[in-house]
Structures are given as structure tokens and as C-alpha cells.
């Protein structure tokens, strides 16, 4: 009898249906980019001094230049010399008072200006940028600059909570369901989101963006795989998550035309209200249908998939169940079911760990390349192309060596690469942005590879869930990396990367005990699981459709 697999093989496994389905999931993909690295533009943190009563003035007087302003009336920042202004630090000083001098107004005060006393900005900040961002607006700097920390946390927060619920949903109620469920509530709060006054709701509609839109972007993920046959399945995954760093691309494009990010909000918010319209031409997963024990209309989106891809079905079509008919049927995602035998146990774990680190490298050292400055726009184009050689790479090695030696070797460069940034001297920056590049498109190779082979290591039923929570391990390392990079940095400016080597060396070796899953049919059951060591597939549980044609009858 023929695996649902093999019904692909006759009914197209990458024609007109699939296609069309990869290409309206994609945009989905790329619409994930503004939530998930959406504080590189909201948040955006300018140069900035503190708002001293009556400088401008005496600068106009004086006719000095902005840079002779600043020399005379900013403080230097402790600790980075003098050609850095305090950021949070002012002079406690009376600019409105008669008889400064021009060419030395603080010597005129104290005769030393290392004795004006200091105060903090009590009267607000001055940002050198032309638009607004959340920092500009709510002044989340110096004493109040966790409050973006918090921002960023709160929607990974989001991405967290909802991974094992939106999970549950989605292979409970369907992939379908999930989508669009949780596109209308995210194109919602989006949207609320642009017109909250407070800096409290903004964090809250935050979290409730975070909770939905990563179980929506992964349910898609899962999708995708499902309609798709095996030999086409791990490109389609791969150019699923390339979409998201084409979104990269579109995404700075937009924030460089609108600098204020609410109505950039706005903007990259609207398009998602057209992801509505997959109710009616994004079918449902015929994995998902024949797990649910819904077997006819699996069978009509099967003859669906012929159709469109003009391919003849098999003649005499009967129906689609389980070989073992003492336990056929429907079956319930359980938590339990993650852990609960030796394998799937060690892949839980090992999946997780290697989500963790993920996400810490490649959040961490886009936060750490930022903390160097220079243009904003320029440093997100370059950290988003790195990630189309990324993705070359491991479609034409996946086949030819499998999932699991370039998933290592990817982790491996990663962690080395952040060593070797680490020790370069300042000085030799051109060898240094090298070196950080070749570790940002090793993390992006194993974040990428992370995803597609967790969806190849779980059976169906759980699939979605599987992903949701070894994935939400993501999420954690996206609350705690803001920490890692942002507090450690300030103890010495290369420990972030230190720490980056050591997760990215371990998370390698970790990935070497996981089974190899190079050309192996999805497994259906958690025995198919268990027995993934083997040479040849178990045969005591799987799904087939039973097929009759005019020739030979099959039973």
C-alpha cells in the first residue's frame, strides 16, 4: 500500500497546487520580519544630550558652530574620553546668566571645569534625528532606558506564551484554523497599536502581537512541508524562511522612506489585513486530516491537488486510514508525548538547546554589530544579505552530505567566528566585519536548519506542537539577550561574543547525536520516531491510502 507520500508522487509533489500555496505562505513569512526585529526601527536609540535652559541662545550669541556648542556646554561621557559627550549628564550651570564669555564660558564660572558640579536631565533630552522613534517620544534613555529592554522582552514574552497554545491550536483545530485566527488578532493589535497614547499599552498590545504572530509564521511553516513531496520539501522550507529575510530587505527599505515609527507601524501593518483571504484559496493539511481520522476530506483536497495540477488520480480512489485498525482513528497531541520514550525525549532536549542558542547568536550579534554605530540603514542591509549565502549553502550541501554534519558545522562557525571577532583588534575593523559575518551567516545556516529539521523529527499528529515548544527555548533566548549583550559589554565590549562561542561550540556537538533524516518519509507515529535509527522505516503504524487500479488491485 502507498504512503500519502507516494499519492504525492502521482498527484504532483511541487505543480501548480503547491506552488501557489509556497507563494501566498511566503508573504505571510515575510510579513514576520516588523514584529520580530521590529525594535531595530521602533526603538531606535539616536545620539542625544541633555536639554540645558538657555544654551541655544548663548550659542546664537556667540555664533558657535554645533560642534563648539558642544565642546563648551556637554560634559564628557566618564570613562570614553573627549570626544564623546554625556548622554545623561549636564552642567549645573545657569546658561542664561549675564556675562558668560564666548570663548570659555565655564572658566568664566569656576576658572576649572572640572569643578561645575553635574546634574542629571531634568529638563529632557536633545536626539540628533529627524524623525521619531519610541525613544524619542517616551525618552527611554539613561534612567529609563530598560523600559526598551522591556519593549523587546515583552513581545519574545509574547513569542513564548503563545508557542504552546498557538501550537495546540494548530494541531488541534487545524493549520488553516491557526492562520487565520492569528492574523486577524495581530493585524488588530497592530493596529491599536499605532494609536495608544501610553508607553504601557504600547507594551501591551506588544505582548499581544508576540503571543499570536510567531505561532501564525510557524503554523505556516508547517503547512508548507506538509503539501509538499520529500524530495521538494526541504527547499520549500529553506525559501520559507529566505522570505523572512527578503521581509528583512523590504522592511529597511520602508523604515529608510518613513522615519517615524508610527506610521511605519501603520504601514507594515495594513498589507497583513489581505492574509485574510487565504479562508478562501489556502487549503487545509491533508497530513493534518488523515491524522485527525477525517479521511474524506482529505481525499477531496487530494482530488483537489490533482486537478490543479493536472494529473490524473488514481483509479477506483477508495479511502485513507491506518494499517493498524485496533488503533486507528483520531489522535490527541499530549505534552507528554515530547518525553516520554528515549528518543523523542533526547530530540526534545537537543532541539530545544540548540532554539536557545539560536536565537541568542543571532539576535546578540546583530544588538553587538549595532553598538558599534554608523548607519543604522547600511547595518541592517548588510546583516540581512549575509542570509541569501546562508540559505544557497544549504540547499546545495543538504542532500549531498544531509541535515545533520552541515547543522553542526554551521554552529561550530558560528561560535569559532565569534571567538576569532572577539580577539581582532579594534583597528583592524575590515578583518573584523569579516569575521562577524562569516558568524552571522553560520547562526543564520543552524537557525534555519534548526526549523526544518525539527518539523522531520516529530510524527504528525504532534508536529506543530513539537515545534511550538522546543521553539519557545527561542523565545527565552530572545528575553535574555538584550542582558547578555547590554550589560556585559559594559564589563568588556567583546564578553558577549565569548559567551556566544561557548553556546554555538556546545550546541554543535549537541547536534551530532541527533538521527539523520536525510531522505526518510515524515514519521506518523511516535514509533516511527523511535525506530528513526534504523535502516528502513518501521511498517507496524503508518498512514496509506488504499489504491486500486485498472490493472492490479493493491489490499
Known amino acids: 500500500m502507498p504512503t500519502f507520500d507516494d499519492i504525492l508522487e502521482q498527484v504532483g509533489e511541487f505543480n501548480r497546487f503547491q506552488k501557489q500555496t509556497f ?145 495546540y491550536i494548530a494541531d488541534r483545530f487545524g493549520r488553516k ?145 491506518f494499517e493498524d485498525d485496533d488503533e486507528g482513528g483520531k489522535q490527541s497531541p499530549s505534552l507528554t508525548d515530547l518525553v516520554r520514550t528515549p528518543q523523542m525525549r533526547k530530540n526534545t532536549l537537543i532541539l530545544m538547546y540548540n532554539w536557545f542558542t539560536s536565537s541568542v547568536l543571532y539576535q546578540g550579534l546583530i544588538m553587538h554589530m549595532g553598538l558599534a554605530g554608523g548607519n543604522i540603514y547600511l547595518d541592517f542591509l548588510y546583516s540581512a544579505l549575509v542570509e541569501f549565502p546562508a540559505a544557497f549553502i544549504i540547499i546545495i550541501t543538504i542532500d549531498r552530505v544531509g541535515r545533520r554534519y552541515p547543522w553542526a558545522a554551521a554552529n561550530l562557525v558560528a561560535g569559532a567566528a565569534c571567538l576569532v571577532t572577539a580577539l581582532i583588534p579594534a583597528d583592524i575593523y575590515w578583518l573584523k566585519l569579516i569575521a562577524a559575518c562569516l558568524g552571522r551567516m553560520g547562526i543564520t545556516m543552524a537557525f534555519e536548519m534548526v526549523c526544518f529539521v525539527n518539523t522531520e523529527l516529530y510524527p504528525t499528529y504532534i508536529r506543530n506542537l513539537g515545534v511550538m515548544v522546543c521553539s519557545a527555548l527561542c523565545d527565552v533566548g530572545g528575553i535574555v539577550v538584550p542582558f547578555i549583550v547590554y550589560r556585559l559589554v559594559e564589563i568588556w565590549h567583546e564578553l558577549p561574543l565569548v559567551v556566544f562561542t561557548v553556546l554555538g561550540l556546545i550546541a554543535g556537538g549537541l547536534v551530532l547525536l541527533l538521527p539523520e533524516t536525510k531522505g526518510r518519509v515524515l514519521p506518523e507515529t511516535v514509533e516511527d520516531v523511535e525506530n528513526f535509527h534504523r535502516q528502513s522505516a518501521p511498517k507496524d503504524k503508518k498512514i496509506y491510502l488504499h489504491v486500486q487500479t485498472s490493472e492490479v488491485a493493491r489490499d
Open 177 to 321: 484554523f491557526c492562520l487565520l485566527t492569528t492574523i486577524l488578532a495581530n493585524v488588530v493589535c497592530g493596529i491599536l497599536l499605532v494609536f495608544v497614547p501610553s508607553y504601557l499599552w504600547i507594551v501591551i498590545f506588544r505582548f499581544l502581537q508576540g503571543l499570536v504572530s510567531k505561532g501564525c509564521w510557524t503554523a505556516g511553516y508547517i503547512l508548507v512541508t506538509e503539501v509538499v513531496g520529500p524530495q521538494y520539501r526541504r527547499t520549500v522550507g529553506i525559501l520559507y524562511q529566505t522570505a523572512f529575510s527578503v521581509g528583512l530587505l523590504v522592511f529597511d527599505a520602508i523604515a529608510y522612506a518613513i522615519p517615524h515609527w508610527r506610521w511605519l507601524q501603520l504601514t507594515v501593518t495594513l498589507p497583513s489585513c489581505f492574509f485574510l483571504l487565504f479562508h478562501w484559496f489556502l487549503p487545509e493539511s491533508p497530513r493534518w486530516l488523515i491524522s485527525q481520522g477525517k479521511n474524506d476530506e482529505a481525499k477531496k483536497i487530494v482530488s483537489d491537488i490533482a486537478k490543479k495540477n493536472r494529473k490524473k488520480m488514481p483509479s477506483h480512489f477508495e479511502d485513507i486510514k
Open 23 to 167: 507563494f501566498v505562505l511566503c508573504l505571510l513569512s515575510a510579513a514576520f520580519t516588523p514584529i520580530y526585529v521590529g525594535v531595530v526601527f521602533f526603538g531606535f536609540t539616536p545620539e542625544h544630550r541633555c536639554f540645558s535652559p538657555g544654551v541655544a541662545e548663548l550659542s546664537q550669541r556667540c555664533g558657535w558652530s554645533l560642534a563648539e556648542q558642544l565642546n563648551h556646554t556637554v560634559p564628557e561621557w566618564g570613562g570614553h574620553g573627549a570626544a564623546f559627550g554625556s548622554r545623561c549628564r549636564r552642567y549645573d550651570v545657569d546658561w542664561n546668566a549675564t556675562g558668560l564669555s564666548c570663548t570659555d564660558p565655564l572658566g568664566s564660572l569656576a576658572g576649572n571645569r572640572s569643578s561645575v558640579p553635574l546634574s542629571p536631565c531634568r529638563d529632557g533630552w536633545l536626539y540628533d534625528y529627524p524623525g521619531t522613534s519610541l525613544v524619542t517620544e517616551f525618552n527611554l534613555v539613561c534612567e529609563d532606558s530598560w523600559k526598551l529592554d522591556l519593549f523587546q522582552s515583552s513581545v519574545n514574552a509574547g513569542f513564548f506564551i503563545g508557542s504552546v497554545n498557538i501550537g
